[in-house]
């Protein structure tokens, strides 16, 4: 559930920010270590940590961002690169605010690479976009042969508590997933402007049945890409399949990438809590499938 907070708008603000985060991270000593690290405020890098015993190699890194979201004119860019060998786990301290914006727009560029034997799994906490927001938000996703990436982005409708569902100016994305070679082998893109075209329409987040559009069609958009070879890639979905329709309060639709060079998943529900729900049993089941060891709850507050 979204915070009732009162925050200020961007033009209380004097100016802009160009957060970066850049992050290398390669296997040394049985362990995945953080090796090097280059940010700019206003994005912060925790050192990593190793809370999972289940995977004790398996490094743990938090951004954070002491503004706790983006204003009009910020850019926001971070880099993550998974050496031979490693395994990580990078996430966000908490939610994204997309602060109000009356003129302009936030941008976010993230590019993920991971080499081969290599395993990422990048799962930022949800995007809240408040009234007015305007985001555009760029993803680049390298992995190669024999690497592994899992990667979801989770859009709620905004600050629903606050009478803010859809109340946004526009929210754009672009997405591009790059194998062997550097290789184009799949790109997405999509924009939710709401005063242009309803998100909750045919062909966008879906028709509104009885009970979202009592509740005002408040649906929260979940994506999710796990990049990987082929003969892992049908198991992966063959799994996803077979327990993904049994979630209450969500729809969920899961497919091969273009030359089985991984799975796709979209999920959608009237409640931000539903869907983060089936994306973590999502993440579950693709991760027994990926390294043999489902996930594990991680505390973060």
Sequence with gaps: MQSATLQPTAETLSGSAHGLAELLLEHRDGRTRLTHTRTR???????????????????HVFLSNPTGGLFAGDRQNVMVEVGRGARAHVTTQSATKIYTMEHGKAEQRVALSVAAGGYLEYLPDPLIPFRDANLE???SITVEPDGTLLWWDVITPGRVAMGEAFQYRGIHSRLAVYRAGNRPVYREAFDLCPSVARPTGIGLLGRMDDD??????KLTLGSMLIVCDGHIARRVLDSLREVLQNFANTQAGASLLPDGNGVGLKVVGADCSAVQS???RA??????ELIGIPST????Y
């Design 283 to 288: 993440w579950s089941i693709a991760r027994q």
């Design 278 to 280: 089936t994306m973590v």
């Design 41 to 59: 405020p206003p994005l912060l890098v925790q050192r990593a940590l190793y809370p999972d015993d289940s995977v004790p190699d398996l490094a």
């Design 212 to 217: 979202s559009r009592q509740d005002g069609g």
């Design 297 to 300: 709850f991680t505390r973060k």
């Design 137 to 139: 938000q760029d993803f």
